[in-house]
T-cell receptor, first 112, second 112 residues
Framework: QQPVQSPQAVILREGEDAVINCSSS?????VHWYRQKHGEAPVFLMI?????EQKGHDKISASFNEKKQQSSLYLTASQLSYSGTYFC?????????????FGKGTKLSVIP | NAGVTQTPKFQVLKTGQSMTLQCAQD?????MYWYRQDPGMGLRLIYY???????DKGEVPNGYNVSRLNKREFSLRLESAAPSQTSVYFC???????????FGPGTRLTVL
């Protein structure tokens, strides 16, 4: 089942922070985060594994709450280059075979 | 390294025609994937191949077939195209199942 992302869209001014949430109705084994700019392919940001720690690089980090079956992506001091659509992809625990199910995306626009 | 390459970049078909989308990766990855992306729907997995010689259905396999020709190449075939298959198709690869996925540039397919 497709994870639910919120918000659907957000507009930020440069330097502001944002949080994007990803929730699943099923127990999660891992959560992937990707960013896609208009007309381009998705690009990997990070993977969070069950039992793993919060991850991050530069000013983008993410957390994974197994009990709540959700993940959050944190963008700090946003830059113009952060604009794009962010997708979470979830892998369910005990699924048997590997499948990554993506949410519908959150469109982030950073303006000067 | 070219990464993941896809051909063609654009294609227009008439209803009932067949075609094969080609995908190749030069990163020595074991796993390969085919997704379709429709406006507002995110990425949906059509088929994947965990390793050379294996293929499995994803979320939306109906109307498609795949062939893992060798470790590098994974093709997607539409036997009898339908307007509902109008979409952008992305191929991706990863070192292993569950790993970071690298996406190709996509094929924009229109079925009239």
């Amino acid at each position: 089942q497709q994870p639910v992302q919120s918000p659907q869209a957000v507009i930020l001014r440069e330097g502001e922070d944002a949080v994007i949430n990803c929730s699943s109705s099923k127990a999660l084994y891992s959560v992937h985060w990707y960013r896609q700019k208009h007309g381009e392919a998705p690009v990997f940001l990070m993977i969070l594994l069950k039992g793993g720690e919060q991850k991050g690089h530069d000013k983008i980090s993410a957390s994974f709450n197994e009990k709540k079956q959700q993940s959050s992506l944190y963008l700090t001091a946003s830059q113009l280059s952060y604009s794009g659509t962010y997708f979470c992809g979830t892998e369910n625990s005990g699924a048997g075979s590997y499948q990554l199910t993506f949410g519908k995306g959150t469109k982030l626009s950073v303006i000067p | 390294n070219a990464g993941v390459t896809q051909t063609p970049k654009f294609q227009v078909l008439k209803t009932g025609q067949s075609m094969t989308l080609q995908c190749a990766q030069d990163m020595n990855h074991n796993s390969m994937y085919w997704y379709r992306q429709d406006p507002g729907m995110g990425l949906r997995l059509i088929y994947y191949s965990a390793s050379e010689g294996t293929t499995d259905k994803g979320e939306v396999p109906n109307g498609y077939n795949v062939s893992r020709l060798n470790k590098r190449e994974f093709s997607l075939r539409l036997e009898s195209a339908a307007p509902s298959q109008t979409s952008v198709y992305f191929c991706a690869s990863s070192v292993r199942e569950g790993g970071e996925q690298f996406f190709g540039p996509g094929t924009r397919l229109t079925v009239l």
